[in-house]
């Protein structure tokens, strides 16, 4: 299938992924896992609210976890270059028939909340309140020492129509998978705009759901590190797949499941993609190193299970691919 | 189960595992695995014999490759204390009425080989040649950067008949796996002469046979190095288990295969063992820990498949426990 | 000093850093140094050429050593976004009234070739050959698995002017050294133009004059191993500076002097920059965390020496600041 | 100058290097480093005491520290293989006529302190309090992970009787530092009775005082880790030397010095040496790779500065060499 085309001159000017909020049932419990054993930054908390953020990070939160009845995703967020930025894609969602409205959000300038067109809830911002530089207070770092928040990965009914969408908003292709063929689908894809390999990638299965969000590190032996403090402080279930080497996006990788089920990616060795004529890397669905270059098998949950989006029902997958997600 | 109790004065003073010698089917192919993709040093070869070592071993070689019809386990060697104990060592096996005789051995002075009361082929000797000092030529790195032979692990049919003969020989218990209740037997054993978690271990099951050999290596990195490399240079298929952490001697491991299907383990993390009153540690054979601490279950082939030792029958495993080998 | 204002609209659009061409008076040597020591992957070669690049990099080359009569660095390479930006960096330079030709380039598509106003000779191409992906195979890693060439450092007389004619340029400052007081000068500026700490950075001093090149390396255990590998094999003297710790980009560096005395870091730890809110990190020339968050003192070496540019007169520093040099 | 033969059947068995005492002025202010900065684990404390252990050691202590008016050294302790090894001990001191005791120590089994033919105040026993094994509470590792006591670096006036005297205890020469010339005397030496390079080295210099004791730990990175830590916690004046390589022991090391002086050495990469002909390795003291293989000169407090013993007067060295201590 022919490839999106890169619009180099999007309507508005997402800088990053940027955070994400989640709906955990019980907030301490949340924050022994997060904050104590992953060694996530606590930025402030209220008796129902925690805002959280790795050791480079200058903004306030990556991390937003809620007290709510059921887990889900509340809400995915991107920086904007500049307001005005923010105003453009307010425009743009009016043309669009997307559903947005501007909304006060705590330690975020004007934010703009809204439905892609797939049901995805989304905030875009521009000004986030910044915070004490961490990098080095190394004293601090603890558990996997998280970076940054790197990407997001969403199980898609609708593939293409997903790719195609934001790409229209300036999101580049850096490798997919795809079936064999002439008329093969893509299956999966993986999606830029700050300059490696993702902020967001899909992948065709039941949705729209969040399959991950994924924090940056800086060495493999953090990841050893995590698993041999996660086996050994009663986490050892929530040691879902890895640590193994994916082919796609070279990431080496550990998946954690939190106390309700959210999955989350450490990762490292990704690789930089800003240059304009960067090609994407096609991946056959039927070669086993796009998933896994070496690695244990991942175990049917990682295929199936992701966190709900808040008031979105999930829909099926639109086709079933002799296919497995990845990165 | 009573554990065999510490001999502290052995008829003959067993230094350290030392050596062992794998008969392979095709010496390019597999001097291709063991010196160019691990990285084992090649300090000698002719047309039907290669000599390795590692790093920090000073010692001629610790593996030596013969070209053979079959894949079989040749040998397995230890360096005794001194010539005097060599001699010890042949009054002894006299007295035990177990097969021995002096041999010529390249590279090593008087040798004795023998077999043990199970049928595993031995040889003892005190003084090897020994080579250009390599732990500083850090320009010869390279693979897994093998560090020095450690130990060896067996299959065993009779478990407790094996552990106490190795007893005997002065060989301390630091960690097995029993069965629970009053009547619980051992279903396998750690043993060492060095001062560290093994020189030799045990594990019930059909045999004798060698079910690996294992280098140290000083970081988890140059595992994940390894894997990298092997999983991108053809030997997929030969990485059999791991990355991961046994609880049973807090090993990082990975077990990989040989072209032949010799076990060969990488491990680091291990711990010292040399104090007198430092006891055995205890794992029940219910606790899933003791084999993997965290890290994907071992495959059928890891409980199963082995090296023969060369003219040695194998008999079958005494008993049937619930149980599974470990590192 | 009020800090140059970031240009969101530059004349043309500098993706980034792209390759350096060094002058060495020996190719083979430098080879030796360069290929077999450092790890670069040598793509091609000629009797008086050589062209390299890190494992990450899918283009030709990042680094070409060319034979020379003298140490020099003949060019800096800055990769643009399209041809249309060359045009308009053609445009932009003859408005300017600076000397500039279109060339030749091998594996370079069309080039701009140009002197800023210091003197510094400068290249601009937006399409580059682009050859096999290294960065899963390997079993080709070696030395310090140079991953992608990542900045420039130079040595300016006219150091307020060059920040302000690369700030027009679109290079936004990260992190500044900056006398004391209220008429206190600029003394050392990191500027980028790919969303990390720098593409380039200026020092006040005698020049212009290349200070380093700088590759990005994912793991400080690959610069360990690299001193290891250095002190084993001749290259002891080449050793200047580290391994240690800049307060500025926070970078775990290392650097190296090839045999002609060019200078390259290797470094790893710096962090994203891209957020247009990302506020320029101001350090004290007094503060002694700048220049060394840990480690030994620089060698006066290393702030005196420096690579000449090709035909190109050194002028003395503007001003002797009470200063150190940095990252 | 002829090294000193090895005795391999020593009067008493010592085992291995056990714990040190150290009288501090300010107990808070000590643990604040050796505990929440280091990462040593407090077993217990009192007002004026505080024991600690790495995370391998199963053994009450391997550090303890005293209030004390001014900085002192009060014991070197080492364990004994069995209650009849302490009582042949006592025969020994009794028929050298050294001045020795039984003592109550706490934690400790019968306890023979005495003092050496040079002043130094050693105590010896066989059994000591074992406490839960830490090596897999993975959740308790921090600071720079110390793993287990490794060995003390002694200044000497009287070398060749240092020698001499722990020669006939059983202890082995690994490696020295030699003068050149047939009359040359040795500097330095490097003993052991556990296995690896040393449980005690011996520098020519003022004294006798303790130039360090050493950790071994797993991993240079954690060095690093520690580097940045203490730099960024108010401890960058107690980084003494390193992080470097020596060439003597092959160890990666770095020198700290704690609030009263007391030095520790972190070191990593050394081998084992328990072959009965493992052959001393000689360093000449004009080669300066036996100090550093790479790495910044030391400091000169690092070669005049130790801690003294308690009420023991210092002698002078009994010659200049012109030489340097190492590891």
């Not at 790719?163 to 580049?172: H, N, T």
């Not at 994407?280 to 669905?285: D, E, F, G, I, T």
């Not at 070669?287 to 049917?300: F, H, K, S, Y």
Request: hydrophobic share 35%; charged share 25%; proline share 6%.
């Amino acid at each position: 299938m022919p490839l999106p085309k890169h619009v180099f001159n999007p309507p508005f000017n997402v800088v990053r992924t940027s955070h994400v909020v989640l709906g955990v049932t019980d907030l301490d419990r949340s924050l022994a896992f997060y904050q104590a054993t992953l060694g996530l930054h606590l930025e402030d908390r209220t008796a129902t609210e925690a805002y959280l953020r790795g050791v480079e990070e200058r903004q306030h939160h990556s991390l937003v976890l809620k007290t709510s009845a059921t887990p889900v995703c509340e809400r995915l967020g991107y920086k904007l270059a500049s307001e005005d930025d923010l105003d453009k894609a307010a425009a743009f969602l009016t043309a669009k028939g997307l559903r947005h409205a501007f909304a006060d959000v705590p330690y975020q300038g004007r934010t703009l909340q809204a439905t892609d067109p797939f049901g995805t809830p989304l905030e875009f911002y521009f000004k986030m309140d910044q915070r004490e530089r961490l990098l080095q207070l190394y004293g601090h770092y603890k558990g996997v020492q998280p970076q940054r928040l790197d990407h997001f990965n969403i199980f898609s009914p609708e593939l293409q129509d997903a790719i195609d969408f934001y790409a229209l908003l300036g999101f580049r292709m850096t490798e997919y998978t795809e079936e064999d063929g002439r008329d093969g689908r893509i299956v999966a894809a993986w999606m830029h705009r700050k300059g490696n390999v993702h902020d967001l990638a899909f992948t065709n299965g039941a949705g729209p759901r969040l399959h991950h969000l994924a924090y940056w590190i800086t060495s493999p032996l953090h990841i050893i590190h995590l698993c041999d403090v996660m086996a050994s402080t009663g986490y050892l279930a929530n040691m879902e797949r890895g640590p193994g080497r994916h082919g796609i996006s070279n990431a080496f990788f550990l998946y954690v499941r939190d106390p309700d089920g959210h999955r989350t990616e450490f990762y490292s060795s990704d690789y930089q993609t800003m240059d304009p004529d960067h090609e994407p890397l096609r991946w056959s669905v039927r070669d086993p190193r796009r998933q896994t270059l070496w690695g244990q098998p991942a175990p049917r949950s990682w295929f199936e299970e992701g966190t709900a989006f808040a008031n979105q029902p999930v829909r099926d997958a639109l086709f079933k691919a002799d296919v497995i997600i990845a990165a």
